[in-house]
């Protein structure tokens, strides 16, 4: 058998062997209610403020600020549907977004459109950008809230997210941002960075899926997403999934430790693939290069399915993915490639690839040694092909 190639990891991660001996003792040991009052609980409750500790110095927040949720998509909703009240109270009922956000966002802004909100969805650039100039001329009277992604999950461009906040902070307008694809790729400072709002999520940094983080700064007042007893100081109920956090906290605290070093080796590599994959005729690179996310590989071949295209790199042992994976099983190409103008027909013949610190030189060359057969030999098979001109 040969060894897999893993590249996508902006879909999910493996499970960092720290992080993991990290959280063993949670499901063994001490299995605990952190509510309760003996020492098995206390010990989990511990462990839970060691891990909210951690996030909060990757981020530059204080540990009050930081809460635990179940994942990137719950941090997203919460974040926006838990300000309809105190937007609604002050008569704030317009949002500004983007119209390449993730999913999470999307669908939630959607969802507010239905309880009488108004949301501009700002179009991004042929790179894959959005301007601060075009947040501002968009804000208008009644701007309660403007939610843009730190680091696009498909295309790895990241947005302008410091000045963005220092627009919002100035006009007294709340500003949250998705950094799930971020984290660990970029230096994240909420306060200097004026970011109200902060989601993460835990699968994508080398910790178990089904956890993450919703940053919220003091003083802003959110209502419940999820309600119950009172545990995260009251503000999201459900006993605490003790082990996945103490895991997310050891991620955090190993992804921030050399994010310079990391973006050195891994952006070294993706360049490589970008320069042998850019020798195919007829493809091109989705995605700006200068702001962008080190892992993150995307490029279009024409009159190539992206389907068919996963699958053969599958048989030679390569994980990709095409367009996202949370629209993969719908006919419909990526919003996101949408929203940087390709056509359809392009969109479809997507490839994107993550990789990360344990991708080798020798992986990318097998990479770029595969791609350009198995997209040749797809054209062959392509009614579409022998027609271009
Ligand atoms: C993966 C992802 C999410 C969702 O996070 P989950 O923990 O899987 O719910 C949200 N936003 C972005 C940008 C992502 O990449």
Redesign the pocket.
Known sequence: MNKVIYADN???TQIDPRVLEAMTPYLTEYYGNPSSIYSIGRDAKRAIETAREQVAKAFGAKVQEIYFT???????NWAIKGSMDLLKAKGKTHIITTNF?????MDTCKFMEKHGFEVTYLPVDEEGYVTVKQVEDAIKENTGLVTI?Y???EIGTIQPIAEIGQLCRDKGILFHT????AVGNVEIDVVKQHIDML?M????IYAP????VLYVRNGVRLSNLVHGGGQERGRRAGTENVASIVGLGKAIELITEDIPGRIEKVSKLRDYLFEQASKIERSRINGGRKNRLCGNFNMSFEAVEGEALLLMLDLNGICGSSGSA?TSGSLDPSHVLLAIGLPHEIAHGSLRLSINEHTTQEDVEKIAEVLPKVVGRLREMSPVWNKLD
């Open positions: 902006a879909a999910t179940a994942g990137g998509s719950e941090s997203d956000e993730h999913h999470a966002v992604m680091a696009n999950n998705d950094a799930v694809q989601s999520s835990g699968h994508k899926k089904g956890v993450g949370c």
